[in-house]
């Protein structure tokens, strides 16, 4: 049973598309979490919910949303994707906002 | 502006040897660190933490070192494995904020047979 699942795996779209990642966690965590890997390797943190409330919302174009329908989901839905959203987006959660994180394997988004 | 530095991209360790990874922070707030080993086309998985109050933490195989005058923090992987191949993570937080973890770049570690 997968801790904290992220879907899809791969995500090859055009620029301009809208397009939706989804991440689940069953490990009872009141926190989730989105990451950005870049290019250049560095995991930067995106967003963080608390209980579906949003608490951490770092300098990202608001083209990004994120969603949480519950606290076991955050979903990140971005909508007129550019060719620099070319990056590995990776869902985590945590039992409190400063702890230490689970995280998913990732989604490979491609712009093309 | 890199708070949390890993200045080795890579490093490669014979087998049976000691793999020492080292990680320099600048955030003095910083008081807990963890590191964080990720294979490819997987997410990064917790492998140990220590909190400011100590300078050692141990975990079988692992040890992490911090020394929190010159802001450093290194992780001791002895012996080192074939499995223990990997791209290692060092992250900080300051536990009465609300800013999650950062991250530094991370170092590939290689351990040769």
């Known amino acids: 049973d997968t801790a904290v699942s992220q879907t899809p795996k791969y995500l090859v779209t055009q620029m301009g598309n809208d397009k939706s990642i989804k991440c689940e966690q069953n490990?009872?965590?009141?926190?989730m979490y989105w990451y950005k890997q870049d290019s250049k390797k560095f995991l930067k943190i995106m967003f963080s919910y608390n209980n579906k409330e949003l608490i951490i919302n770092e300098t990202v174009p608001n083209r990004f949303s994120p969603k949480s329908p519950d606290k076991a989901h955050l979903n990140l839905h971005i909508n007129s994707l550019e060719l620099g959203d070319s990056a590995v987006y990776f869902c985590a959660s945590s039992q409190g906002i400063n702890e230490k994180l689970f995280f998913g394997s990732g989604t490979q988004l491609s712009v093309l | 502006d890199q708070q949390v530095k890993q200045n080795s991209p890579s490093l490669s360790v014979q087998e049976g040897r000691i793999s020492i990874l080292n990680c320099d922070y600048t955030?003095?707030?910083?008081?807990?660190f963890l590191w964080y080993k990720k294979y490819p086309a997987e997410g990064p998985t917790f492998l140990i933490s220590?909190?400011?109050?100590?300078d050692k933490n141990e975990d079988g195989r692992f040890t992490v070192f911090l020394n929190k005058s010159a802001k450093h923090l290194s992780l001791h992987i002895v012996p080192s494995q074939p499995g223990d191949s990997a791209v290692y993570f060092c992250?900080?937080?300051?536990?009465?904020?609300?800013?999650?973890?950062?991250f530094g770049k991370g170092t590939h570690l290689i351990i040769q047979p």
């Open positions: 220590i909190s400011s109050i100590k």
């Open positions: 490990l009872g965590h009141d926190t």
């Open positions: 992250a900080a937080n300051y536990r009465g904020g609300a800013d999650g973890l950062t």
């Open positions: 955030n003095s707030m910083f008081d807990y």
